[in-house]
């Protein structure tokens, strides 16, 4: 892109004031995964009506689809949507999932103001070493750094893996005083995409390991913690998507109430994308279906819009406290 610009820039605020009033508060911030303007319209709506800190979040894969120089631009026009309404909440552009030092050194020189990088899935001392080197481009600009221990099983976007590894908390510690990041994600039990358990019938989702939440907040009391994998998968969606000619069988998702105490807790970041996913296109199906003359993409697209904006309210109102804590 040539030329950087710095966050403040854009109007954005990084995660520090957000994590602290929200560990001190017992809620989470949300940080919904956006991909084009209908999804970004939608979320900045639903935390500009909840008057809730929202951190919109894009992953790798996001980035490349939505073109860099764009979201630039996207996000500045974010915080000018939010202020048009006369909501004064602050908005965080955050890179989720990040895998190498370039793509977060890139994020960082083009206007984000929080950046994750994830070396979960390296030995421990390559982890550190890279969230180190990560933390220190980073911090240099102010902008915040999420790093991860423990893998999530499931598959989003870039991210895959066959199975959970939860976060050791005897770790935490010395990770988090070598590397000086500011977020921490953890495994205890989510996982991403909308199929996270294969249950058989009649059995439950099985609870969050809030024995290693617990444990890991006693190591580092008062640091913010972040839960990746946290759709609920909600079973309406999925009923519609099949309804009308979708193949979602056995998708599965984390119950609110498991959320809600979690954000209650230590966990002051809690990740959406998959539940907004099913929104979006559950409605686009419904419509299309309702609506086969149609072909202008404003009706369906705005749709399903107006469902994301529903959805997004219901999460900041009622699973993650947000709405009013600005």
């Known amino acids: 892109m040539g030329d950087s610009v710095h966050f403040t820039e854009l109007g954005l605020a990084n995660t520090r004031e957000m994590f602290k009033k929200a560990v001190n508060g017992g809620y989470a911030v949300p940080a919904y995964n956006f991909n084009n303007l209908e999804q970004l319209q939608a979320i900045v709506t639903g935390c500009a009506e909840t008057n809730s800190p929202v951190i919109i979040q894009v992953s790798k894969g996001a980035r490349d689809y939505a073109d860099q120089t764009m ?12 202020q048009g309404m006369g909501a004064q909440i602050p908005i965080c552009l955050h890179l989720d999932h990040g895998d190498s030092f370039e793509l977060c050194k890139a994020c960082v020189d083009s206007g984000f103001s929080s ?22 481009y980073a911090h240099g600009y102010d902008v915040s750094v999420e790093g991860e221990l423990g893998v999530l ?51 439950e989702v099985p609870e969050l390991r809030f024995d290693i939440l617990n444990e890991v907040e006693r190591r580092i ?46 966990v002051c970041k809690i990740n959406i994308d998959s539940d907004g996913r099913l929104a979006v296109t559950a409605k686009i199906r419904e419509y299309m279906a309702e609506h086969p003359e149609e072909f202008d993409p404003r009706k369906y697209l705005g749709y399903a819009r107006k469902e994301l904006i529903k959805l997004i309210k219901h999460k900041n109102e009622a699973v993650l406290g947000s709405a009013g804590r600005v």
């Open 115 to 136: 950046v994750m990088i994830d070396g979960s899935h390296l030995p421990y001392e390559e982890n550190v070493a890279l969230t180190k080197k990560v933390v220190e």
């Open 71 to 82: 979201l630039r631009y996207m996000a500045m026009g974010a915080v000018q949507m939010a």
């Open 153 to 203: 099983a499931g598959i989003e976007d870039e991210v895959s893996a066959e199975t959970s590894t939860y976060t050791r908390p005897e770790e935490v510690e010395d990770f988090v005083k070598k590397t000086g990041v500011d977020s921490l994600a953890i495994s205890i039990g989510t996982s991403h995409g909308a199929y996270k358990f294969k249950l058989k019938d009649g059995e």
């Open 221 to 266: 009391p008062g640091f913010p913690i972040v839960l990746h994998g946290a759709s609920s998968v909600i079973p309406e969606y999925v009923q519609i998507i099949n309804k009308y000619g979708g193949k979602m069988e056995g998708a599965v998702g984390i119950p609110e109430a498991q959320l809600r105490r979690a954000a209650s807790g230590a």
